[in-house]
């Protein structure tokens, strides 16, 4: 029986089987050991092999694993969507190729709980390239998550730090490229991040920053890799001009790399240059300041009060050297009486800031006194409170002061008695213009007057009713001038008040022969004023065309209404103004320009009083002329009133008898023409009269006359007129006598004391005859 030899078993690839085993158990020992999770499949994608990682993150054991399609042991879902993921397996299987890592995929797990992992698939093949399977890799993420989730929680808190810097910050890798800059880089230096981001330093905004000094810069930190500190840098950049940055460099190294980052801080100092400059040229200008002043200056602590420093004026104002003032308190050196005065005066200093003493008197350090300005303020140098101290020695102005007081009271004094003067003189001129003017109207009285008498008695009447005006214009501008006119304003019809002044002008206007036109408009024109005073104006006007107008000129006269004002206009024929007069003509005593047969009188005031009343009637004039010969204008402008004033009903007039009924007259005044004049006119009027010449003889004519009026002068010897009056009121039988002053006083003072004395009435020197006879009736 031929003998056969038991035949070896051999592997597929030709290996021993016993050479095989051994093998496959040394892998599967391996891919237990191995740390990530494996899951091997056959060519159906069933699951053959798990090692212990896997089966504790899928929680199936190999026993119950074995044979199921891998999706089921292997359950993994998107972490976004929740939504199940294509088997990787499959796809191994399908393209044979390897799948790699996966991300944001959940592991359910056999008891449902989820961990994030990474995976990746391969397929397994034989020698000859088949595919026999797939292997599984996979790992829990959970870790590596937290690890990136710190680091990224990291890089977020050192870039929002980088980001809310106020000064520009970049970050260099070691190559000096950016790898980021902060927001206040870019608005600093008119970047953007496009332009920045992975550029070579030196290469930005078109090699802007290649420069020397930063090159020196970033090179020593490159070089010996340690900290630069506070490295200035001056340049000029063409988009923000020339800048002074001070820079802040440090290397960084890199976890996990070999290479370095470079971290640079930008410090722009430019303005703190700037202000620094300035402060320092402030400080050496202040000290300049400080050592010229013509002021004596002390700075003292403002807690203390002791001094700390003293410039060299203070030597010549209080003899005392710096050195001797350093560490005293102002006391010590006469500035205030003792210790405690010098402590009230610095709490209030410490209280207000501020102190001020006009006129402080000290002693300097030879004794002599002086008088000072004392000024302190209180302010902060180096975190310390200072004060200030201010010294001017004022006893020069002082002394300049009291001679000016002085002087002022002497311009008063003589202010006052130029107004006493003017008072006196308008006493002392209608005293003898009353009689005058009586004996004037006594001529009227005689009959058969010839045409000569006729023409002088006119001329004396219009010249002392002239000489009378003057008068009124010396007092007026005097009350002007302290204010004291006072206006009793109502509503007034103007055409009515430019009338009576047309009225008043006319014995002027004939005897000059001049030809008035006089146009006023057909409607009634409403202003609110004082009758008297705004006749006042229109008369002066008048006066003045009159006085500088030839004879037989022409004057014209307009009223008309020109939108909200009354305007009245005077023109003239006469002789101009030069334009250099025009500015001046309403000052007081000026006149134009005359020659000596153009000296018409006049004192240069009514121009002035007409400015000033219209003025106090919310008004105004202006003047006007071609120049000399070619007459003059003036333009008067009222406010009007808007709304017509209601037509109150007029009382029934009474008859007026036409004169005044008898009545028995006293006439009491020291001048004895004044006295005749006005007795003989009363008599030719029909009344009784008696006369007195003092106050004595007044009383006691009274006594046996027993008189209805009495005619009294304020300006009696011994016994004055407002004497008088109270002792006719202190008798019980004078006492109801109505007394009148006529008196040569008519200042608003005299009228305020005869009304105190017990006056009904006060007429100013020279009265008119009608006056006087309607105040009789």
């Known amino acids: 029986m031929p003998t056969h030899k038991r035949k070896r078993r051999t592997s597929r690839v030709g290996r021993p089987l016993h050479a095989v085993v051994p093998q496959r158990e040394w892998l599967r020992v391996a891919l237990a050991s191995i740390s990530d999770a494996f899951i091997t499949t056959d060519t159906q994608g069933r699951v053959n092999f798990l090692n212990p990682e896997a089966q504790s993150l899928t929680g199936w054991t190999q026993e119950d694993a074995q044979g199921l399609p891998l999706e089921r042991v292997f359950n993994i879902i998107n972490e976004a969507t929740r939504q199940a993921v294509e088997n990787p397996a499959s796809r191994a299987l399908r393209e044979g190729q390897v799948v790699g890592l996966a991300n944001h995929t959940l592991l359910i797990a056999k008891d449902s709980t989820e961990r994030p992992i990474d995976h990746s698939v391969a397929p397994m093949r034989t020698a000859k390239g088949e595919v026999t399977g797939v292997v599984l890799v996979f790992r829990d993420s959970t870790d590596r998550r937290r690890r990136e989730g710190i680091v990224r929680d990291a890089l977020t808190y050192a870039e929002n730090i980088i980001a809310t810097l106020r000064e520009p910050f970049i970050v260099l890798d070691d190559n000096l490229r950016v790898r980021t800059a902060n927001r206040a880089f870019y608005q600093s230096f008119h970047a953007l991040p496009e332009q920045t981001e992975n550029q070579y330093i030196y290469n930005l905004g078109n090699q802007q920053w290649d420069i020397p000094a930063l090159r020196v810069l970033l090179e020593a930190v490159i070089r010996n890799d340690h900290p630069i500190h506070d490295y200035e840098v001056e340049h000029d950049f063409p988009a923000i001009g020339r800048r002074i940055m001070r820079l802040n460099a440090r290397p960084v190294q890199r976890s996990g790399h070999d290479s370095n980052l470079i971290l640079l801080a930008i410090e722009d100092i430019t303005e703190r240059r700037q202000v620094s400059t300035a402060v320092a040229v402030s400080e050496t200008r202040y000290r300049r300041l400080f050592e010229t002043a013509q002021d004596a200056i002390l700075i003292v602590d403002a807690v203390t009060g002791r001094i700390q420093d003293a410039n060299p004026f203070i030597e010549q104002t209080l003899g005392y050297r710096q050195d001797e003032l350093v560490g005293k308190e102002l006391w010590e050196i006469g500035f205030f009486q003792d210790i405690a005065a010098s402590r009230m005066a610095f709490e209030e200093l410490q209280q207000k800031g501020y102190i001020r003493y006009d006129h402080l008197p000290l002693a300097t350090k030879s004794g002599k006194r002086v008088e000072v300005e004392f000024v302190s303020n209180v302010y902060q140098v180096d975190q310390q409170q200072v004060a200030q101290c201010n010294i001017r020695d004022i006893t020069e102005r002082t002394r300049l002061e009291h001679q000016a007081q002085e002087q002022a009271q002497a311009l008063a004094d003589l202010n006052r008695r130029k107004d006493e003067f003017l008072a006196m003189l308008s006493h002392e001129l209608r005293n003898p213009l009353a009689p005058i003017l009586n004996a004037v109207h006594l001529l009227r009285h005689v009959e058969g007057e010839d045409p000569i008498r006729r023409q002088a008695r006119t001329i004396i009447e219009r010249q002392a009713g002239q000489l009378a005006r003057l008068v009124d214009d010396l007092l007026e501008v005097s009350r002007i001038a302290t204010g004291k006119i006072r206006l009793n304003e109502e509503r007034l019809e103007l055409r009515r008040i430019v009338e009576l002044a047309v009225e008043t002008v006319h014995p002027l206007i004939k005897g000059r022969e001049h030809d008035l036109s006089v146009s006023l408009p057909a409607q009634p024109i409403w202003v609110y004023a004082d009758a008297a005073r705004l006749e006042q104006v229109v008369v002066n006007l008048l006066n003045n065309a009159a006085k500088y107008t030839d004879p037989r000129g022409h004057i014209w006269l307009t009223l008309q209404q020109e939108g909200d004002d009354a305007v009245l206009r005077v023109r003239d024929s006469g002789i101009g103004m030069t334009p250099e007069t025009l500015p001046y003509i309403f000052d007081l005593f000026t006149q134009a320009p005359r020659s000596i047969d153009r000296a018409q009188g006049g004192l240069g005031i009514g121009l002035t009083l007409t400015r000033r009343?219209?003025?106090?009637?919310?008004?105004?004039?202006?003047?006007?002329?071609?120049?000399?010969?070619?007459?003059?204008?003036?333009?008067?402008?009222?406010?009007?009133?808007?709304?017509?004033?209601?037509?109150?009903?007029?009382?029934?007039?009474?008859?007026?008898?036409?004169?005044?009924?008898?009545?028995?007259?006293?006439?009491?005044?020291?001048?004895?023409?004044?006295?005749?004049?006005?007795?003989?006119?009363?008599?030719?009027?029909?009344?009784?009269?008696?006369?007195?010449?003092?106050?004595?003889?007044?009383?006691?004519?009274?006594?046996?006359?027993?008189?209805?009026?009495?005619?009294?002068?304020?300006?009696?010897?011994?016994?004055?007129?407002?004497?008088?009056?109270?002792?006719?009121?202190?008798?019980?039988?004078?006492?109801?006598?109505?007394?009148?002053?006529?008196?040569?006083?008519?200042?608003?003072?005299?009228?305020?004391?005869?009304?105190?004395?017990?006056?009904?009435?006060?007429?100013?020197?020279?009265?008119?005859?009608?006056?006087?006879?309607?105040?009789?009736?």
């Not at 007029?650 to 009924?661: D, L």
């Open 613 to 777: 009343l219209l003025e106090m009637h919310r008004g105004r004039v202006e003047a006007y002329s071609a120049g000399l010969g070619q007459g003059s204008e003036f333009t008067a402008r009222l406010p009007v009133l808007l709304s017509v004033p209601e037509r109150r009903q007029t009382p029934p007039i009474s008859p007026v008898e036409p004169r005044a009924r008898f009545r028995r007259i006293l006439v009491v005044d020291d001048n004895a023409d004044l006295a005749t004049t006005t007795t003989i006119l009363l008599r030719l009027a029909g009344h009784k009269v008696a006369m007195a010449h003092d106050g004595p003889s007044a009383l006691a004519a009274a006594v046996d006359f027993h008189p209805h009026v009495v005619l009294l002068d304020l300006g009696l010897p011994g016994m004055d007129g407002y004497e008088v009056a109270r002792r006719f009121r202190q008798d019980p039988g004078l006492a109801r006598v109505r007394l009148i002053a006529l008196t040569g006083y008519g200042q608003q003072l005299d009228r305020q004391r005869s009304e105190a004395a017990g006056f009904d009435h006060h007429l100013v020197k020279p009265a008119a005859p009608e006056q006087l006879e309607e105040l009789l009736r």
